[in-house]
């Protein structure tokens, strides 16, 4: 049943691109991570979908030409767009060997709701493993220790998790995705 909920992510993820794409902005240069971080001013333009994370398991992603758009008009990205711009930065500029996009569910201290969160996961050049939403990336030493992680910033207890790999990114900038890897917790 995972499978066909994160293939449906998969397919949301590129209609909601193609709906969004701006062709006259483009993802600048940038060199290394500092560089995103600056670009995407360190997550200070982070504000919260509507439905406080419930709308992050749709995994509604606005095409990157947007996001650069958005972030030249100081409007606000949320987790799934950060992501978003991690992955394309990271793989546009040869920054990491492996880039995935990962989405994590995890039941609120509450014990009654549950929330998501989207990330993005990377394989540095040099072996090193790593997750990042809005600050500094994390580095991580088990597969799905990344998802562990960042379910414990929210207080949350994991639920489930997929990871997407970016399979490559057109000359259109579309972030293209590889069929999920699914962890149950």
């Known amino acids: 049943m995972l ?3 994160y293939g449906f992510c998969r397919l949301w993820w590129m209609f909601t691109q193609a ?3 701006k062709p006259k902005y483009k993802l600048p240069e940038l060199k290394d991570v500092g560089a995103i971080l600056t670009f995407m001013n360190y997550g200070n333009s982070y ?3 509507p439905l406080g994370g419930r709308w992050d398991t749709m995994f509604h992603v606005t095409h990157t030409t947007k996001k650069i758009l958005t972030a030249n008009e100081k409007m606000s ?3 799934e767009d950060h992501a978003a711009v991690w992955a394309a930065a990271l793989t546009e500029n040869h920054l990491a060997r492996v880039v995935s996009v990962g989405a994590v569910w995890f039941l609120n201290p509450d014990g009654k709701t549950a929330s998501g969160h989207a990330v993005c996961v990377y394989q540095s050049h040099e072996g090193g493993w790593f997750w990042c939403d809005y600050g500094e990336p994390r580095a991580f030493t088990d597969q799905w220790d990344w998802a562990h992680q960042a379910s414990k910033v929210y207080d949350g207890k994991l639920l489930y998790c997929a990871k997407f790999e970016v ?3 057109t000359d259109r900038g579309f972030v293209h995705l590889k069929s999920p890897v699914v962890h149950k917790a």
């Open 19 to 21: 709906l969004t794409y």
């Open 77 to 79: 990205l949320d987790c």
């Open 47 to 49: 504000v919260p979908d």
């Open 167 to 169: 399979k490559n990114i």
């Open 3 to 5: 499978h066909i909920v």
